[in-house]
Nanobody, 126 residues
Framework: QVQLVESGGGLVQAADSLRVSCVASGRTFSGYVMGWFRQAPGKEREFVAA????????YYAESVKGRFTLSRDNAKNTVYLQMNSLKPEDTAVYYCAAKIGRVPRLLATDRGNAYWGQGTQVTVSS
């Protein structure tokens, strides 16, 4: 059974950096796309970034491009989201997701059959 466990959230100030992690288990993830979504209070869950497990090809939402960097460590079955120049509007619960696919943009456009983590809170104060 696939399990995704996020960690690393917290409270930071605007312009600070933070890295959240997602440890995946339960199967091999070759042929999967891994990614992050976020959900702020009263808003829908939105796509943040995705990466292909095999080749590390990335895709980002426009709102985070140039500030966030997604990477993976296949040996540790872990995906990292490095968040720099954080803004108060980045405040949200951040969720890790995984689904079968070879194109990172797939996760942004089709969440069907995705596995989800429980989320980690990121709060950015002004």
């Amino acid at each position: 059974q696939v399990q995704l466990v996020e960690s690393g959230g917290g409270l930071v100030q605007a312009a600070d950096s933070l890295r959240v992690s997602c440890v995946a288990s339960g199967r091999t993830f070759s042929g999967y796309v891994m990614g992050w979504f976020r959900q702020a209070p009263g808003k829908e869950r939105e796509f943040v970034a995705a990466i292909t497990w095999n080749y590390g090809i990335t895709y980002y939402a426009e709102s985070v491009k140039g500030r966030f960097t997604l990477s993976r460590d296949n040996a540790k079955n872990t995906v990292y989201l490095q968040m720099n120049s954080l803004k108060p509007e980045d405040t949200a619960v951040y969720y890790c997701a995984a689904k079968i696919g070879r194109v990172p943009r797939l996760l942004a456009t089709d969440r069907g059959n995705a596995y989800w983590g429980q989320g980690t809170q990121v709060t950015v104060s002004s």
